[in-house]
């Protein structure tokens, strides 16, 4: 009897003295154009968030040049509120390192630095702590894309700055084949999981099935210091004779719940078109899948993660600052994802 009681004791104390992490919450900012919207700062106000991670552009192969070349930077038609701080991001699609080489490298992350601080200035920002690249990479780019981090940080607009990268959840159970970027810590994207082209009614937005596959077993063994974004949006996913046609973005939850558009299938998040819809550019007998985030997903995903990721201080990013996204989501409800971890 006393041994179970020593035992009890000793569970709680491994319990009850568990780490906890200390959380700065804040959010991505993924528009083309910045505007000091009140609603959208109130939300950082209210989370007392210091930074905002601000993508600057993407940036794709240009076959017509035969090199990369950027597409859609942000304009700043305001410049960020004084208190907050930018953390600039960049994306960069996978494929532009499919035929590079060190020199070609070398050009990319001069160009980069160079166009970043500029967006930083027009923001209003005379300076910035961290950069983050968010690239998809795989085993076959691994090389080149590690050759480009370690070029960025010898750029001298970047002295003393950090590099950050975002992390796939595949890339942290397949660490010997993915490799670890040459960076002092990543933003582990808990999102856009599943396979968003295969038709069915899974949601490929969040997927706890996917994050248990990946990460139950790997992550406490993940060598770097690790940020975390969670997911706030929505879309529509477009099905055509079952083969995926694409996201419609002129599709929302309004026009998804009119009975005259759409018929849902029982329960499921699928959703069939009842006529022909020229101005979503979509037809009848197409089939929607309408994917969103719930609070009860989010605090599933926060316990999840706090189980499994190593204790410490850490940025948790909300994807993305917009005001149509926000209202589905009180200041308590997101505090309660905070605290979980």
């Known amino acids: 009897m006393h041994k179970i009681s020593i035992l009890v004791i000793s569970v709680f104390l491994f319990f009850g003295c568990r780490q906890k992490s200390i959380v700065h919450p804040t959010f991505y900012f993924w528009k083309t154009d910045y505007h000091n919207n009140k609603a959208e700062t109130d939300y950082l106000d209210q989370f007392k968030s210091k930074a905002l991670y601000v993508r600057i552009m993407d940036v794709d192969f240009d ?202 299938r029982g329960n499921s998040i699928l959703y069939d078109l009842l006529t022909d819809y020229p101005a979503a550019g979509l037809k009848q007998g197409d089939v929607i899948r309408w994917e969103e985030i719930s609070n009860k997903n989010l605090l599933a995903t926060s316990t999840f993660l706090s189980r499994y990721l190593k204790p410490g201080e850490r940025n948790l990013v909300f994807y993305h600052l917009e005001t149509d996204l926000l209202k589905h989501f009180t200041h308590e409800d997101l505090q309660k994802v905070i605290v979980n971890f």
Not at 120 to 141: F, H, P, R, S
Not at 150 to 166: A, E, F, M, W, Y
Not at 186 to 200: Q, S, V
């Open 63 to 264: 076959p017509d040049h035969q090199q990369a070349v950027p597409i859609s930077p942000i304009k700043f038609s305001d410049p960020l509120p004084q208190q907050i701080q930018i953390i600039p991001v960049v994306f960069l699609v996978n494929r532009i390192f499919n035929d590079t080489d060190s020199n070609k490298t070398k050009v990319l992350a001069n160009r980069i630095a160079n166009f970043v601080d500029a967006k930083v200035k027009q923001a209003g920002k005379q300076n910035y702590a961290e950069l983050q690249i968010d690239c998809d990479w795989t085993k076959t780019t691994r090389d080149q894309y590690f050759e480009f981090l370690k070029q960025l940080k010898r750029q001298p607009l970047l002295k003393g700055k950090n590099i950050s990268v975002t992390l796939r959840l595949h890339q942290v159970k397949n660490v010997v084949t993915s490799g670890i970027p040459p960076v002092e810590k990543a933003m582990l994207m808990c999102y856009n999981m599943g396979n968003l082209r295969k038709y069915g009614d899974q949601n490929s937005i969040l997927d706890q099935h996917e994050m248990d596959v990946y990460l139950k077993d790997y992550l406490k063994n993940y060598p770097l210091k690790l940020d975390v974004a969670l997911p706030l949006f929505e879309w529509a996913v477009v099905f055509r004779n079952k083969a995926y046609a694409g996201i419609s973005k002129r599709i929302n939850k309004t026009q998804i719940d009119d009975k005259k558009l759409f018929r849902q």
